[in-house]
């Protein structure tokens, strides 16, 4: 599954630590989804995206396809 995570968290200047701290995760965990290493849970991505403002789909493509 393809995500949008590294960019996401370019344009708020926020390192993989700072994400992780506020999605309650550590910074490996966001790591791994990031790097496509490990699928979030359905609760992890509905953090993450809104952490952003985002809609799940705004910031994960189940398919696998870049957006």
Known sequence: MRNRL????AERR?????????????RQAINAVETGKHDPSLTLAF????A?????EDVFDPRGEDG
């Open 47 to 50: 953090a993450l995206a809104d």
């Open 14 to 26: 926020w390192s993989q630590a700072e994400l992780g701290e506020r999605v309650g995760v550590s």
């Open 6 to 9: 590294r960019v996401l968290r």
């Open 52 to 56: 952003f403002g985002l809609k799940i």
